[in-house]
């Protein structure tokens, strides 16, 4: 992301246990995985720097899903079973936040960008700079 200005955007899970907030600009694009969790669930993502995200409440609700490489945390609620972020194997020093997790995610300016995770060690490069800061 550029150094355009930035605004906090709220967000969390379905039944509102888990509620965070990121730092995003004002356009931004989110990926659309086809990676068979991303797939599977629908999941389109932002991934932001670690620095650009904060929990605000929910950390007690919170499970924890790996699989494969164990290297990607995906979070989600207990209670709703919402994953509203996670942290990404190609990103692990920062989140993925799901875009309609956001709070009126319908009206941001967003760009869906298609990405290959079905081939992911050959594409993850891609997005290793949208964690930095």
Known sequence: MSAEARTWRAGGCHCGAVRFEAELPQAFEVEDCNCSMCAMSGNIHVIVPASRFRLLQGEAHLGEYTFNTHKA???????????????????????AVTWRCLDDWDKLDVTVVPFDGQNWEANAGRLAHKSID
């Open 73 to 95: 945390r995906h979070r989600f609620c207990t209670i709703c079973g919402i994953k509203s972020f996670y942290i990404p194997r190609s990103n692990p020093d920062g989140f």
